[in-house]
Structures are given as C-alpha cells and as structure tokens.
C-alpha cells in the first residue's frame, strides 16, 4: 500500500509518498511564510494551503502514474491552532488567524474568573494559543464575518474541506481548541458558552487515525490523483511527532524543537486531576492521551540571531560555531526565550524576549549560547514538572530542526540530565507518524509497533549522555533565568 503524507508546518508543506515498507520514495516540499504585523498579529493567505495541496497531489499523481503505482490512502497532519473562517461555498472569508496571534489577549485575561472551569473541562489552561479564544476575538471584532461563516476550521479541517469536501477535525485539535471536553471528546455546551462560539460553526469531531473521508472527484480532476482515495486524519503536528518517536507507552516521552519547542509524554488516560501547568490533549493513538507542554518560539530565535548578530555571515554555520566557542554557562548571560510570549507552564502573552547580565566583557559568543541555553532550561522546568506528576522519565527521544545541532543535543542532554536519543537518519518524524497513523487505519499493519518497526527499520540511532560534572554550572544558569523571569512578571 503506497499512502502519500501531507504534513503541514508553519514554514512549509510537505508531501511524501511512502511505499509499503514505510520508506519514503517521493518529496515534495513548499514554503511559505507567516505575515507578522503590529499588536502582534500573525496571518497567512489561506490559499497558500489550497494551492500547495494541488500541487503537492498533482506531483505525486504524475510520480507515481510514471511508475505505475497507485496511491491507496492519503494522510494529513498539521500544525493545531490556526483558524480560518469558510463560506458556503469554502472559500476563506479571511486570512488565516494564526497560532502566535496575540491580539486575543484581552479576551484571556477577562476570561481569567473561568479558567479553574475550562481547564478541568478542557484539559488547559486559557491562553491566546489555541483556537477557542481566536474564535472568540473573531467573532466580537468581525461580526459580520462571523455571520457569513459557514465553519471555522482549523487549517488541517479547510484542507480535508479541499480535498474531501466534509467538514470533519479530529479529537487532536479539539483538544487544542478549548472547546472539547477532554474526557468525552465531544464539543462541551459550558464551554461554547463560555467563548461564544456557535456549535454549528464548527466541524464534526472523530478520531485522529481514522479515515474521515475520501478524494472528491473535484480534487481528482485537479491533481490526477483517483477519486475515491481514503483520507487519514492523522492528528496534530506534535502528536504524529511523538507517535512517530514511538511515544507509544508509559513514561517515554519526546521534545521537538522546531519552530516552537514541545515536551510531549504518553498516557492511558486523562488524570483525574489535570495539573494547572500541563496541557492534556489527545494522542495520535485513538484513546489515548499525551501530557504535554511546550514554548512558543525556539528555531524561530535562532534564525532571528543570525540576521541580527551574525548579519554579515548570514549563515546558521557561523552561529553555531560562536555557540560552541563560548564555555557553558554562557559567562553568566542570561536570555528569557519568550520572543512570542511564554508558553507553559503560565502561558504569560506579556512575557517578551530579553537580554540580561550583560557586562563589557559579554560577547555575540556568549549571546548565541546562552540563547540555545535558554532553550533548554525552559524546556527542563516543564520537564521536571512532568516528572512530578508522571514519575521519572529515564530517557528522551528529541527530534526538530535544533537537532541537526549535535552541540545542542548535547548541551540538552547535560541540562536534563537525561540519556537522549536522536534519530539520524530522518528528520521527518512529523509525516513518519502519519505514515504509521494511515498504516494501522488502512489496515496495512495491525499495529503501530509493527507499522513503527517497518518505518524505523535501519535507522542508526545517535545517543547523548549527560555529562554530571558540568550539571552544577547548567543548574545555576537556570536558577539565575528563573529568578529573573520572577522578578519581571510575578
């Protein structure tokens, strides 16, 4: 069974055609970019996604006609929390609002008297994140959009409307909605009441990893793929992510650090007391779950030091070099990370990036490390809050662009004080996830250990063991960033 995968990032979209071993033997990758205006606004031209999922089916059609295969499923995975309002007919009515748009702000801190009820409903935390109070925002400042509206989709839902012409989300981006409760995975009426949103506005909900419909002729006559072809929807971004790390059992647990960073780990079952400062959401696997946490800007900071410092380089080589010149603990230079705002454990939308103990002596060295420093100390806090309510994670599969990084690996593995584990032979765990998702769905493989060993088949694994003589320096590091971070905002 060859099934083809559309993974949806931030940056860029990615089709990759898998044939039925699980090995990739098609890409096809665009790009794109989020439009960043003031008062923090983020949005992006829907028809990016519309057009780049006809040429991504065409490229794959003609590759596969050329070769006389046959496509047999498609599945899709997708960055969570964007929203994009639809018409009638399924055309966007707007640009899409996106996950770093903060212009909800307000809405966060006036439904501040609720979050006790939304997060024992919802499974998090009221943030300007997720859809729930985009959707909100949309609706009072956009009145007349809001009527017209037919659904507001997530951008994985407008694409399975591309493609299928349903409407249909899955439980994974429920969960990343504030609008699903997160014990009966249906739409929660106190919560729809709570953020204003019609439930007629919003998708059927099913699990992720099932098939929620099939190529429409329309899109079949469009790309040359067949009509009739099984759509997977194979859960968020984050979660085929883990899945595709073989976060499949009890206390493993992965960290992505892409665009943004997150900390996902697997559970059965929701706690019967959800943690204020975890998010619990649903996993790839359907009924089951993954305690999550994650930070809003990560890559994206990387690149933002390289124009800015390394400007005359222009290259993330240079930087990296700097970052492995300058010792550990970056000569006491401190970064807060938040360029987008905090994500867990508060989801503080007034958190703003920062510099600090800084002296003459500080070098752009120091600044590149203690960015990438920063990174991983936040990632650790929320890791060790995990641990507190999961128990002891001995080891952690880590995936993202980050990662190409080897120094950074290591630096992660010294600051949790975690073996680490590092896929080298793919960087798409992303669509190996979906991959493993359709598998199992399509009934291709009657498990996902059996789906993940064919996927995973042959991959040298690269391991990061944490080095305990430098902890001390990484502990106080992240002291010093926690103390100033409290000074600031607390």
């Known amino acids: ?106 809405i966060v801190a006036e439904l501040a008297c609720c979050q006790e009820k939304v997060h024992r409903l919802a499974g998090a935390r009221i943030n300007t994140v997720f859809s729930g109070t985009k959707m909100t925002w949309f609706r009072r400042t956009e009145p007349e959009l809001y009527k017209k509206t037919k659904k507001i989709c997530t951008i994985a839902d407008y694409i399975v409307s591309r493609i299928t012409g349903k409407y249909v989300t899955d439980h994974t981006y429920g969960a990343r909605s504030l609008l699903m409760n997160i014990r009966t995975l249906e739409w929660e009426p106190e919560l729809l009441d709570i953020f204003e949103v019609d439930s007629e506005k919003l998708c059927t909900l099913a699990p992720a990893g099932s098939v929620i419909g099939t190529v429409s002729r329309e899109f079949a ?144 060295d120091d600044m590149a490390r203690a960015l990438l420093e920063s990174i991983a100390y936040e990632a650790n806090e929320n890791l060790q809050i995990l641990e507190k309510n999961i128990g002891k994670i001995e080891e952690i599969q880590i995936g993202g662009g980050l990662t190409k990084f080897s120094a950074f690996n290591q630096m992660q593995a010294d600051i949790y004080q975690k073996k680490l584990l590092h896929d080298q032979d793919s960087s798409e765990q992303t669509a190996v996830g979906a991959w493993v998702s359709a598998a199992v769905a399509l009934n291709a493989c009657e498990s996902y250990e059996k789906a993940l060993s064919f996927a995973l088949a042959g991959h040298s694994v690269e391991t990061y063991m944490p080095n305990e003589q430098i902890s001390g320096v990484y502990q106080q590091g992240q002291k010093r960033m926690q103390e100033f971070y409290r000074k600031l905002y607390l």
């Open 221 to 364: 006559e469009k790309t040359g793929l067949q009509s009739g072809i099984p759509v997977v929807s194979a859960g968020g971004d984050q979660q085929c992510a883990a899945l595709g790390q073989g976060i499949i059992r009890a206390k493993s647990a992965e960290i992505t650090t892409g665009t943004g960073a997150f900390l996902l780990a697997y559970s059965d079952m929701v706690p019967e007391e959800i943690p204020s400062n975890i998010i619990c959401g649903a996993h790839a696997i359907p009924g089951k779950y993954v305690m999550e946490s994650s930070m809003l800007s990560c890559a994206a900071m990387y690149n933002w030091i390289m124009r800015t410092l390394f400007s005359e380089e222009k290259s993330i080589e240079a930087v990296n070099a700097a970052v492995e010149r300058a010792p550990a603990g970056a000569n006491g230079c401190i970064v807060l990370p938040y360029f987008q705002g905090r994500g867990s454990p508060d989801f503080n939308s007034n958190a703003t990036g920062c510099f600090a103990n800084m002296n003459l002596g500080t070098t752009r």
């Open 1 to 106: 069974m060859y099934i083809l995968v559309i993974d949806v990032g931030t940056s860029s979209i990615r089709g990759v055609l898998y044939d039925p071993q699980g090995k990739p033997i098609f890409w096809k990758q665009i790009s794109y970019c989020v439009q960043y205006f003031g008062e923090g606004m983020a949005e992006q031209n829907a028809d990016d996604w519309a057009n780049a999922i006809c040429i991504i089916g065409k490229a794959a059609a003609e590759f596969a006609a050329d070769r006389k295969l046959s496509i047999d499923g498609i599945s899709l995975t997708s960055q969570r929390s964007s929203i994009i309002p639809v018409g009638e007919n399924g055309e966007a009515l707007r640009p899409a609002i996106m996950w770093q748009d903060k212009r909800n702000a307000g």
